[in-house]
């Protein structure tokens, strides 16, 4: 079996990623599980190069395969906002009510048709024994949706319940769903492909 740390200190994304990664010998691990509690630098302007920040540098502190993400949702009437900026929308403390709340005050009054949105996920691989020249291996999954006008369902975490793809939000779907349809599953999906083909041949 080969450790795997999982640079996030969510349970929903490591729940996630136990699900998508069912059945490869795989040992996932957080970064409580390894004693690491520094942060890692996430100042880069896209997602792509917090997720590297992020995977880089927790390789290097625990030696083992790291894969880190940084995802975000991006609404067309914001010119892309709130980005690389999601999680920290409504404040650097703010919960995920609070965030999608003041999401859509922001697009209060909006017709459906400008309420367009999508969700990014940028995954980056790092193999701690390869040379730091070597890039990391970077998978990025997208999905358009709309903002709807009030939050729907109980499922889900963070903008779940005001991202609606095909009539019904995140959170109104199941877990399974989800997975299915989501920038995250989308991903995850790639980099269990690629972990496939490394560790099963």
């Given at each position: 079996?080969?450790?795997?740390?999982?640079?996030?200190?969510?349970?929903?994304?490591?729940v996630e990623l136990q699900r998508l990664f069912g059945g490869l010998p795989l040992t996932l691990v957080t970064l409580r599980d390894v004693?690491?509690?520094?942060?890692?630098?996430?100042?880069?302007?896209?997602?792509?190069?917090?997720?590297?920040?992020?995977?880089?540098?927790?390789?290097?502190?625990?030696?083992?395969?790291?894969?880190?993400?940084?995802?975000?949702?991006?609404?067309?009437?914001?010119?892309?906002?709130?980005?690389?900026?999601?999680?920290?929308?409504?404040?650097?403390?703010?919960?995920?009510?609070?965030?999608?709340?003041?999401?859509?005050?922001?697009?209060?009054?909006?017709?459906?048709?400008?309420?367009?949105?999508?969700?990014?996920?940028?995954?980056?691989?790092?193999?701690?024994?390869?040379?730091?020249?070597?890039?990391?291996?970077?998978?990025?999954?997208?999905r358009r949706g709309e903002i709807v006008e009030g939050p729907r369902g109980a499922g889900g975490f963070g903008y779940d319940p005001v991202?609606?793809?095909?009539?019904?939000?995140?959170?109104?779907?199941?877990?399974?769903?989800?997975?299915?349809?989501?920038?995250?599953?989308?991903?995850?999906?790639?980099?269990?492909?690629?972990?496939?083909?490394?560790?099963?041949?």
């Open positions: 079996m080969r450790t795997l740390l999982v640079a996030t200190g969510s349970a929903h994304k490591l004693g690491i509690s520094d942060e890692a630098p996430e100042d880069g302007a896209t997602f792509e190069e917090n997720a590297v920040q992020k995977a880089r540098f927790y390789a290097e502190q625990s030696g083992h395969w790291t894969l880190a993400d940084d995802s975000g949702l991006e609404v067309d009437a914001l010119n892309g906002a709130p980005g690389v900026y999601t999680r920290r929308y409504a404040g650097a403390d703010a919960t995920d009510q609070q965030n999608y709340e003041k999401l859509l005050g922001a697009l209060s009054g909006l017709p459906r048709a400008q309420r367009g949105a999508r969700f990014v996920c940028c995954m980056a691989l790092v193999d701690p024994s390869l040379p730091s020249s070597e890039p990391p291996r970077i998978f990025r999954g997208e991202f609606e793809v095909d009539g019904r939000t995140m959170a109104e779907r199941s877990p399974e769903e989800k997975d299915q349809l989501s920038h995250r599953g989308q991903a995850s999906a790639l980099v269990a492909a690629a972990l496939r083909a490394e560790l099963l041949g």
